[in-house]
């Protein structure tokens, strides 16, 4: 008992953004039992036994750099791209403007090159890097002391950032706490400024991007050293899941896949950020790293990103797979996934901070290598093939509670 | 030893066509090492520690009701497909004609609709059902004993049948065996005496088309008098291995599958013989099965083929899946498969030739579950979702023999 | 002048349905100029200089057999499919209530299979199909006198009717009168009875549907001698408007087409009598006969079509062109097109009525082939290339009126 | 008579690729009536009444910069790409020798990136751009002399040259000239040299290419002044063709195009030549560049080309054209073109030497504007439309001889 009525708290940096407003109103809809449950993962039946937090008992909260409210974010999936029903956002309009006073201004870097049309910027001048970590760390602990929650699941949901070139940051924490003193803010990428501020108030953190995040040897350190629950990186949403499902057959079928190309067509703000030349490097980097340890050879794979603004969030991928089978006989695979890629990230959103939550309660920590089913580029694992992920998942899932992970 | 100098005999029905052709032509040209095991489930190294016949080991035999011989089957393969290399038949061509000598006449029921293109026919008039059964299991001994095989294993590549109407046919063998002697030999389907036959040989069988084969309780019961081992349905090469393969991935997701439609277009004989609307429902009933147990509901499905006889041996399927994500947002996944049919098929029938007598020599009997991943309608199988097939086939093989399955 | 003031009426058979209904919302939105042009091939620049009534002079009415509501049906595409703005059906809705008034029971034949969802029917039943006529005529004649219309143009946007067995209709239209007064409204098909019924009240009337309409000799021939303007036949919308753009380049690049396969799925009450075998027999008619007409020869074609419930008014068609290059080069061109069926057709529908009335205002009478462009099956057309229906609509509307086409 | 004993020469630059090794091989085929005329746009009936120089008068030559052959060309087309029947290549393999004879080094410029693999070069140091183009005009003369032609054509079907910085060369020929005399022979694209080379020896140019060639009005200024024939640029094969014939569609039925995504991937030289990101822009712009004055607005296209090996000679084009219709509808068209890119191209080849040398013999002169249909981008033309295009030439072809174009 008690345990079940504890809340939590998802904070999620980027919250005013099309995933972090749509996880937002999702969470609304679902603890007044406006919608279905599909596309949530963790509601399907074989979950029912674990005592996973209801929608009802998750606060959410989170930092945003654009001066655009969770309300106008819904509302333009709406309007430009024909998802979200509006009587939902009319029925929930009351709780995202309660969450909304939970968004504080984000983080920004001098120089950062924002991802806006025309909206205004909200975020704080901060001298040094340890004063931005610290920063964030007091946002998290305000929050959840002001909303009483038994613990805080951060989860970075923002626009991807550019590969960082981090070479400069120390690799163990305690000269990376010195460096960060005299650093400006700018000398970390922020996804791992967020990630120590998370670590530094005990909250958990989750990285949805192909962003650096804890990435970075000081900072896993870190977060072993302060016992937390962190995983990443870059939320399995579309082509790569279809990838991580199909590769594997033909790895069993002993077809070889001589090429695999992607052309990835999107419209939102994601594609707005993946339209630097510089930020699309990261994330064709998640999205290329799968065949080869499912096949166990390198195909020629070819991925890449256009950003047609027509589309908006409906993104559209389409794959050539060119492969040989007995007689050298050469045949292919074509497919292309429509979806809305915030709508199909949102749900998953709101897995990651029950099932984090969950394993918070049942007193686990350190990385979640469980959860590698939702990310592309899943932080420590070999293990690429998503119905191999999935299993893990159930299994850890329902497993007695280890007291160290 | 011993056990590895032993032969095996693979006894095809529908030798001829061109799975057989082209699986008789690979068994030829493997055991010469003049081509890859692409598309060779068992060469995978995952199988390398299991002692499988090699193919110098595999005698190949079978039956054929068209005068048609292995090697012209596998030239117009090469010259309406463009697939096969030249060189290969070339090579192999020696082998093929020996082959040819064990390939006997077919058993053709009066009023059969032969699927032929001007060719000649091979059959015998039989006077009853049981002269039929008697017939085939002594070609089958015959070729065992010419060959100084182990064992035999019989798998049916021949024509799609027209759905069975064998109502008639009595529930328990002892009555089947009297039918039979008084009924003539089109009173069972012809898939049917051929799985009859290779029992009373004690062959084994296995059913590669979706006829009915030993898909009658009678049968089913002999075979298990009889301590044979057997599997069918139906080999999954195409649209069905694809399906098996992502329908999961919604399953998982929690993305609700509306609608999966698919249609199949293709211009080799089992086309021809699919463009009789009769036959053709046999077939769109196995494919059509496996999306409920995977799902868990039923969405709208809509299988249609159609016979182009331009694209050869050249399948294209096209299937459209409709699925709904959080927040009710519609979207879709398209795909198209354009695969040579015959070469897809006739590496998994040199498989089922080696697990089946690896299961023989290891002393197991019975259904082989273990090769649903084969199937697109498995005999006795719940699981259709491909990994899991995959899986059981994997943990099976490498499982210590048991004295019975 | 004065001509500019004239309205005309633009009389819809099936009215009610998705075509019929969101054609009526088009011309009140466009009268209150309300939504944007786009799909109007009228509003052209290439088409400003002629003397075209505007929405706004464009009075609708028509027959309905079913018991729904021109709002209700926009309603429920939008409700359904997702297509039409909200704000659109709510700004138009008094001019649709205002129409709804000139909705008249259709025409329904005894053991006709009502196209239907538990929707009542309303019809009426009439001894003889001279006494169907008449009433027709009479609907027509009271509509023009009621709202003072210059001229009216009667266009059939109703469903699909079985392919008709007509063969005891005289081909001689005064033979016809006679039979038609001694028999069964059921003697022809209800298109036909409406193509009489138009022409009696000196109405043009255009078949935008694959029924027969006035495609027997006798009701031609009626229509020469009322001297009106008529055309058909089965609207080209999707798959047929690209097949007559594309069959083309393959003629004049010598490029040969060896199959072109079709497959076209959809969900809404087209497909819905489509998925009535017969109906559907009048339809894969229709979009067949276009391709050896264009290249010469003719390529096997396999048309087929699906009733999806899920996919609603969004058709998607598949398209597989297998065709053969220099040195024997085998090549494909694939394509899907998802497009609303019904707002693809409306504003076409909107187009002949403008372009008849402008026939009609400068003195032209008979068949409009001009109209070709429009059509699936252009009714005495031998000319099925788009762009050159597209070039003969051009020159014929620039050019003088002529005395008699 | 007497013009139909004249033989003529189709002189290729880049003789050894793909396409010119391919239309050299189709020459010999066709004069030995050893293939079909598929493919070949001049042998279609439309211009069987015009006196087009037949196969069997037509001589072979050309320029190469690579050290392959004619037959080694065509037999990788075939090893490769599996293209072109061995035995067509076998029955012609004298007539390729043959032709080899007539293939002269080609010009390479200092420091040019040669596209090849491992093969040997076979090119001349020139001392200044005024040499080379002696020595071209020179080998020209040769040919000529040599095979006493009436008339040489020259199209240049070499690799893509990166987009020319030619801001230096003066806009006039006289000045042109001796600025030729003192530069180096990499002061002008080497396709503007044989541009050049073949003006001086009063030869026809055509530019199958996107390479500058004689877009610069200096060099057309020479052509007028020569009096000669020509025409460009960058042949017309794949996905521009059927975005020239679709396109229209969208226009005439006022469809909007949102935006139109095209992905091209290919793995033959041509491709390889296009992965170095400066060759790739000069492809892009010529394909980007029709759609705007075919739809009088500028949608938002992108067109993307990957180099992928494992696709040789098969380029695919997957093109996504995301348009409005009526009532804001957003629809949906896809397609994905598969064509063995050298063998859509070498007919065409053929053809412009035909259609090239008929201009001569009936007396044209100037840039021959009809040929439109044949080029992406068109010299000099505002007309885009693939139809409208081939009505040009085809009236063109048919009208009588003007004295001057």
């Not at 959410?60 to 750099?65: I, L, P, S, T």
């Not at 974010?73 to 929930?92: D, Y």
């Not at 896993?220 to 594997?248: C, H, I, N, W, Y």
């Not at 695999?260 to 939102?268: A, E, M, S």
Request: with cysteine.
């Amino acid at each position: 008992m008690g345990n079940t009525e504890q809340r939590i708290g998802l904070w999620m940096v980027g919250a005013g953004g099309a995933v972090g407003s749509a996880a937002a109103l999702g969470v609304a809809a679902l603890s007044k039992d406006r919608i279905e449950k599909t596309g949530l993962v963790t509601a399907l039946p074989v979950f029912a036994d674990l005592d996973l937090p209801g929608a009802g008992r998750i606060v959410v909260g989170g930092h945003e750099v654009r001066a655009t409210t969770l309300l106008e974010s819904v509302q333009s999936l709406h309007s430009e791209s024909a998802v979200i029903p509006p009587e939902v956002i009319a029925s929930c309009t009351p709780e995202l403007k309660r969450m909304q006073r939970d968004v504080a201004p984000g983080i920004m870097l001098r120089g950062e090159k924002l991802v806006r049309a025309g909206a205004g910027v909200q975020s704080r001048s901060l001298p040094t890097a340890a004063a931005a970590v610290k920063r964030i760390s007091n946002d998290l602990r305000t929050f959840r002391r002001n909303h009483r929650l038994a613990h805080v699941v951060v989860i970075n949901v923002s626009s991807t950032e550019p590969p960082a070139s981090s070479q400069a940051a120390p690799p163990e924490y305690a000269k990376l706490a010195r460096f960060m003193q005299r650093s400006g803010a700018d000398a970390l990428p922020v996804s791992s400024l967020y990630a120590l501020g998370a670590f530094e108030a005990d909250c958990s953190y989750l990285n949805f991007t192909p962003s650096t995040g804890m990435r970075l040897p000081a900072i896993e350190q870190f977060a072993r050293q302060r016992d937390v629950l962190f995983m990443g990186r870059d939320g399995k949403t579309g082509e790569t899941l279809l990838k991580s499902a199909l590769a594997p057959m033909f790895a069993t079928r002993h077809l070889i896949v001589r090429s695999w190309v992607g052309h990835n067509v999107l419209g939102n703000r994601d594609g707005l950020a993946l339209s630097d030349p510089e930020v699309k490097r990261s994330k064709l980097d998640t999205k290329q790293i799968i065949l080869e340890p499912i096949l166990g050879y390198r195909p020629d794979t070819r991925t890449s990103i256009e950003y047609v603004p027509s589309l908006a969030d409906w993104k559209t991928a389409w794959d050539l797979v060119d492969f040989e089978g007995f007689l050298g006989a050469k045949m292919r695979l074509q497919f292309t996934w429509t979806g809305s890629d915030s709508l199909l990230a949102a749900p998953l959103v709101i897995d990651l901070a029950r099932l984090t939550a969950f394993e918070y309660s049942r007193g686990n920590r350190g990385r979640m290598d469980h959860l590698a089913c939702f990310f592309k580029d899943p932080d420590g694992a070999a293990e690429h093939r998503y119905y191999q992920q999935w299993q893990h998942l159930l299994e850890h899932a329902h497993r007695p509670a280890t007291t160290r992970a």
